[in-house]
């Protein structure tokens, strides 16, 4: 059974392991990153059946609420030739002000989601499963403020076949993060 909380509500029992110990459960780069993770902050992992790796499809599967579920879009601009690329996290209820928000802090005229292909490319992910940890140098990491006051928060693992689960305080624990209000709009 899981120590998860949010995870009590799933239909059958969630078996959460330390993602440390199971790095077979997450993409390579992933894998890395939590590695060097400091310990004081829990970060576990869980299977799950890939074809239920979108949001929707997981929370209702799980009998999670959005507020649990944290997505990670990757979002690029220019500015005087110069790429700037941001991961931003935002609770699955919310979408990303790519358009006002985003744009702004990176400092760019226009900003548009990454292309599929690539982000997968860059990042050694599967699209389903992108993550903060693990992604290339140079991506900026931006957390919606209000996923740092969730005390459990599932979020993708670099692959469609598991999930990573940790607190909103342990993701913004990420070195450099950067933890900013009002990054996602109410949809």
């Known amino acids: 059974m ?9 239909p059958a ?10 790095p077979e459960l997450l993409a390579a780069p992933t894998a890395e990153a939590v590695a060097g ?15 239920l790796a979108d949001t929707a499809a997981l929370t209702e599967a799980y009998g999670l609420k959005d507020e649990h579920s944290a997505n990670c879009v990757i979002v690029a601009g220019s500015r005087a030739g110069e790429e700037r690329i941001a991961a ?3 609770l699955a ?9 985003v744009r702004k802090l990176l400092d760019v005229r226009k900003a548009s989601f990454m292309d599929q292909e690539r982000a997968c490319a860059e990042s050694g992910m599967e699209y389903g499963g992108i993550g903060p940890f693990g992604l290339p ?7 919606d403020s209000r ?30 993060a950067e933890v900013i209000e009002d990054l996602a709009i109410e949809v």
């Open 2 to 10: 899981s120590q998860w909380t949010i995870l009590t509500h799933a």
């Open 37 to 51: 993770f400091p310990a004081e902050h829990p970060v576990d992992v869980f299977a799950i059946d890939p074809d």
């Open 88 to 90: 931003c996290m935002v």
């Open 137 to 143: 140098d140079g991506y900026r990491i931006l957390i």
């Open 147 to 176: 996923i740092v006051s969730e005390p459990e928060v599932v979020i993708g693992s670099g692959i469609r076949g598991s999930k990573i689960i940790l607190s909103g305080q342990a993701l913004a624990a990420l070195p450099g």
């Open 13 to 22: 029992p969630v078996e959460t392991v330390p993602a440390r110990e199971h």
């Open 93 to 101: 209820h919310t979408r990303a002000d790519v358009n006002k928000r």
